[in-house]
């Protein structure tokens, strides 16, 4: 029985990766490592980044999940003051060519500009490659990164799944709480949630 | 007369079927949402079906109360007059839907959310008005939240209230897509336990003969229970079937309890067309 049990679950996971069916990342274990290039055509090594906090948001400025987090001025807020308190933050898009929200670098530069973007830098992922190692479901969908590389959280920016504007300040922020316990050498009272959003148009 | 209404009738379809095509360039109105009611009038202390049709535009789909891995769920909130009082909306089975790589919940095409309303207090003979508020999500390669405000206008008469045949039967069809509640309706029953990284369901006939089924699907009520895009496996056993399922990542570990729908490719009994079921157990850690 447990021999054929396993071939089950070996055949599962081949046919998961010729579906490309997205990894999921570990709360607790190191953060996979990447390369990429921002929109301004820097590179980020997350393994350079160890010393600091990292988020990754996962955002497509035509879903309106993140749109209510952004009209609302409630994204950029958390991106100026974290990044002010030295923690960088890399909003990625994973959209791929064709799909809703997908940028070119001139794109996503204006985008920034227009919306008072604050983070560190924009990412363009139209591969997928990134959101299919950390399994971005949805955007907006965050992760944090402590200094040591490990992930310490994964999941929705806050508690409660809406498009509503109105429901953002009577939020508990998944992503504030995280950071303030972690910053301040506390564990955190929630480390991974359902994350909320539109797919990610991978 | 009659080649009167044949002409208005056909006038009104091309109406309709032109306004559907409209509709398909404003996103916005993707989705319609129309009220249908099987009685013309409400008798005192009788409870009625109110209905809410929802139309979704080729490729637009809208959530169910468990989305998946993205989406929002469809809310419906009602504002009745006084005396009155709406049960809970009744949600037909939902059906998988693939964006992407990801597993979401919801509907396509048509379907229809039924609530009962109780008349308490017996009121004078007047004009009524029920309101429901209905939110959406609704996705195609994009998403566009909605809502809309549907009404119905319905007289307080105290004799039988006549009701619509065609609607009546409209309204059985739909219930036909409700899941059985649990324990009534078939002999069917599920058991839950938890099998490593897998949660398990025993879905036994009491009966030495029982039909084939081709396919089981499982709907989680809850939205951190299972990985929705994994593959439930249909083994069989003695007396009926087993279906093994993923966890979620964000499995709780004190989970006591599963709840959800599960549908087969076909009834669950002879005497009983539907195919969901509804399942409410407590789950236990296999020995």
């Given at each position: 029985m447990k021999c054929v049990l396993n071939i089950c679950f070996a055949t599962i996971v081949i046919l998961s990766f010729s579906l490309s069916v997205l990894a999921a990342v570990t709360v607790g274990a190191p953060a996979p490592d990447f390369s990429v290039e921002d929109t301004n055509g820097q590179a980020h090594t997350l393994?350079?980044?160890?010393?600091k906090f990292v988020v990754l948001e996962w955002f497509n400025h035509d879903c309106p999940f993140v749109r209510k987090h952004y009209n609302s001025g409630n994204m950029q807020n958390l991106q100026k003051k974290y990044t002010q308190a030295g923690v960088i933050w890399l909003s990625i898009n994973s959209s791929a060519p064709g799909k809703q929200g997908q940028y070119s670098p001139a794109e996503a530069n204006r985008l920034t500009q227009e919306k008072g973007v604050a983070s560190t830098a924009v990412i363009l992922d139209p591969e997928g490659t990134i959101g299919q190692m950390y399994g971005?479901?949805?955007?907006p969908h965050l992760f944090i990164i402590d200094p040591n590389g490990t992930l310490i959280y994964q999941g929705a920016i806050d508690n409660i799944a809406s498009t509503d504007v109105v429901d953002i300040p009577k939020a508990t922020n998944y992503v504030e709480a995280a950071l303030s316990a972690a910053m301040g050498g506390k564990s955190l009272e929630v480390s991974s949630t359902k994350s909320y959003g539109c797919s990610v148009k991978y | 007369m009659i080649k009167k209404i044949l002409f208005i009738g056909l006038a009104f379809v091309f109406f309709t079927e032109a306004r559907a095509v409209w509709a398909k360039e404003l996103d916005a109105a993707a989705i319609q949402a129309v009220p249908v009611s099987e009685i013309k009038s409400i008798q005192p202390g009788r409870p009625f079906w109110l209905g809410l049709k929802m139309k979704m535009a080729e490729g637009w789909h809208i959530y169910w109360i468990n989305p998946g891995d993205a989406g929002l769920a469809t809310h419906i909130d009602w504002q009745l007059p006084r005396g009155f009082i709406a049960g809970p909306t009744h949600w037909p089975f939902p059906q998988k839907f693939n964006e992407g790589g990801l597993t979401t919940y919801g509907y396509a095409g048509k379907e229809v959310f039924l609530t009962q309303i109780t008349p308490f207090l017996i009121a004078q003979e007047q004009d009524v008005t029920f309101r429901a508020r209905v939110n959406w999500l609704a996705c195609r390669e994009i998403c566009v939240p909605g809502e809309a405000d549907v009404s119905f206008t319905l007289p307080i008469k105290d004799e039988w209230p006549h009701i619509d045949k065609k609607k009546k039967k409209f309204f059985l069809r739909t219930m036909k897509?409700?899941?059985?509640?649990?324990?009534?309706?078939?002999?069917w029953q599920v058991a839950a336990y938890e099998q490593d990284a897998f949660l398990v369901l025993d879905v036994v006939s009491p009966h030495e003969k029982f039909s084939s089924f081709g396919q089981l699907i499982f709907f989680p009520e809850r939205n951190d229970l299972l990985d929705h895009g994994g593959e439930q496996k249909i083994k069989k056993i003695k007396n009926g079937y087993q279906l093994w399922l993923s966890k979620s990542t964000l499995f709780k570990e004190n989970t006591k309890s599963i709840k959800g729908v599960l549908v087969c490719?076909?009834?669950?009994d002879k005497k009983n067309p539907r195919r969901a079921l509804e399942v409410d157990v407590p789950l236990s850690r296999k020995e």
């Open positions: 393994s350079n980044y160890k010393g971005a479901q949805t955007t | 897509r409700w899941p059985i509640p649990q324990g009534l309706g078939t002999a490719d076909k009834s669950w």
